[in-house]
């Protein structure tokens, strides 16, 4: 069984800086593509950055420059470094297996002063 679990989120100021985890299990992520979707209040989830198996990256135009996804294979896990963080970027932070379709419970982020 696929589960995906997501930390690391919280209650940072602008400007401010988080890492997202999302630690994988009945699946191994160094053959798998992952992404990391978001979803605000009101608006459609998104996807905000994405990795596949052979390490080719994609972001949202929204994040280049500030988010960085990455994985440790070793440790089964996917992080979201996210840096420069602004209000807009509050949202619901979601791990995704993107070949079996399935998400993580999700980790709230909010940007706020």
């Known amino acids: 069984q696929v589960q995906l679990v997501e930390s690391g989120g919280g209650l940072v100021q602008p400007g401010g800086s988080l890492r997202l985890s999302c630690a994988a299990s009945g699946i191994m992520i160094s053959i798998n593509a992952l992404g990391w979707y978001r979803q605000a209040p009101g608006k459609q989830r998104e996807l905000v950055a994405s990795i596949t198996s052979g390490g080719t990256i994609n972001y949202a135009e929204s994040v280049k420059g500030r988010f960085t996804i990455s994985r440790v294979n070793a440790k089964n896990t996917v992080y979201l470094q996210m840096n420069s963080l602004k209000p807009e970027d509050t949202a619901v932070y979601y791990c995704?297996?993107?070949?079996?379709?399935?998400w993580g419970q999700g980790t709230q982020v909010t940007v706020s002063s």
């Open positions: 995704y297996d993107m070949q079996r379709g399935y």
